[in-house]
């Protein structure tokens, strides 16, 4: 069973970056899209930003321009770079499969984010 590890969260003021890191306990970054998402207070689940095998990445209208995504195939590790961070940004981070991929992993704890004066 694969096991996805997401750290990285704190708090941070508006205008902030932090960097959230997610850790595969298997090498499936060769194998499968994988995506961000986050889930706000009362709110569902979103999608944040994904990334393909080959490194071709997509991003939430809400979040384009202000957050990158990318991997370490090797060191079996995905990154989200969040900057200019808003309130609105504040949430559990998750990592997992992207949107477009059915099959989903177990969920991990996920890594808080938030983002206050």
């Known amino acids: 069973q694969v096991q996805l590890v997401e750290s990285g969260g704190g708090l941070v003021q508006p205008g902030g970056s932090l960097r959230l890191s997610c850790a595969a306990s298997?090498?499936?970054?060769?194998?499968?899209?994988m995506g961000w998402y986050r889930q706000a207070p009362g709110k569902e689940r979103e999608w944040v930003a994904g990334i393909t095998t080959g490194d071709i990445t997509t991003y939430a209208d809400s979040v384009k321009g202000r957050f990158t995504i990318s991997t370490d195939k090797v060191k079996k590790t995905m990154w989200l770079q969040m900057d200019s961070l808003i309130p609105e940004d504040t949430a559990v981070y998750y990592c997992?499969?992207?949107?477009?991929?059915?099959?989903?992993?177990?969920w991990g704890q996920g890594t808080q984010v938030t983002v206050s004066s």
């Open positions: 997992n499969t992207d949107r477009r991929v059915t099959y989903k992993f177990s």
């Open positions: 298997a090498s499936i970054f060769y194998l499968y899209m």
